[in-house]
């Protein structure tokens, strides 16, 4: 079916050889050949950028102050912190991050240096969080749920992670191998009480790609309950739930994170666990009560101030609402349409649900900015947003990472949203996938699924050869 699509940027027409016009005044009228749509990933939120700033580029329905603001939040997300008290400042005593945008490069996921690297303490920065727990659910009382493995100089980290690797080999049915690689973590150098290997659970989390956060904040909760209600089908061993939290002190429907355990970006919260930066939602230091703050003081360093504004992170809100979503490619290639066949036919469709539907009034920011703009749009995310249980069979654990968030348990994940998902290595320079990095490629990432995606992986591994490859093409093609 032909689809008319009109955006204000000239440079569109050197992407695609299906354009059929570029107007006088300014207007390009693209006549692209998709199958219902689906390339169009955003509505007017789409973009056609196919270089490393795929994921970091401004929707157009931008303009006047909102462009301003935007520009501001994405300076906020980009800057890099220290650990001084002046303005701009505000790092520490630990963290994760000294940046949004150094875990989150270019809008996406920083090459995760437990990868390339195989622990902090070899390469310094991870570019991770580290969630510990006992393994009775609860949290250490000298650190909380996260690891800080970084600090200001003159302050010591929380500890240190090493990952070691042990990899299996596999065999498809027609005789091609494929490897899992299964990561072990170890955690060293702690600042209090060294806790015993038998009492801990460590799960790591790599960044997540800030690709279409503003059209899920955007999204019909109605619909997304609606999908839980119905996401039931017995014949594929599938069931999706949804997650609820209570943030702000109302109990509300979980989008956002691995686990849908957030009702919101997290900017606040990212500012305060993974940068150590205070503001209005988190006043306090993330290490409060802990002897890094008295390391802190001896550097100079005063607490006696928020380190970020409530406007200032609204503005990194706006960026991120804002940030468009990179269309579909190659959507005409005679592999790349095999490959949509096949990923029905293997049924990962039930859960990466192609089509969507934002809400009337769009979305609102965290300091009650209204982007009405976000509204009524139909979207293509390839996701429902709901837990699924993904199993603890393949080599003995599986994606159960025993951390429980809201309602999910160790073993449910919130279904990848999958638009943008073939730029990545363009983007960010690296294929490594799932929440920690374990697949390093797409089949990796497909043999992975377990549990409720047990069916779906079999489908793809029993395919022949050319079909799998057809599959791979496709999301590449995403």
Known sequence: MNIQYITKAVSFCL???SITSCSEDGLDVLDIEVKDGYALSAGTSTNFEVSSYAYDTDAEWLSGMYSIRFNLGDNLYDNVRTSS??????LGPVYAGYSCGSCHRNAGRTTPALWSSEGSGNNGFTSALIYISRKNGTFFPN???VLHDQSIYGVRPEGKVKMDKKYQKFTFPDGEEYELCLPVYTITEWYADSIAPEDLFCTVRIPLRHVGMGQMMALNRQEIEQLAARSNYPEWGISGKANYITERGILQLGLSGNKAQ???LTVELGFSSDMGVTNSRYPEEICEGQMQMQEGSMMGLAYDQLDVTTEEMEDVDLYLHALSVPARRNVNDPQVKRGEQMFYQAGCHLCHVTTLHTQPRGATLLNGTELPWLGNQTIHPYSDYLLHDMGSEIMGVGLNDNYVSGLARGNEWRT????????????????YFLHDGRARNFVEAIMWHGGEGYASRQKFANMPK????????????L
């Open 15 to 17: 992407l695609f050889a």
């Open 143 to 145: 650190y909380g749920r």
């Open 466 to 477: 050319e079909d799998r490859d057809a599959l791979i093409a496709f999301l590449w093609s």
């Open 416 to 431: 990848t949203p999958l638009w943008g998902i073939g730029l990545q290595q363009i983007v960010n320079g690296h294929t």
């Open 262 to 264: 957030h009702a919101d």
């Open 85 to 90: 008290n002046s303005k701009g400042g505000g």
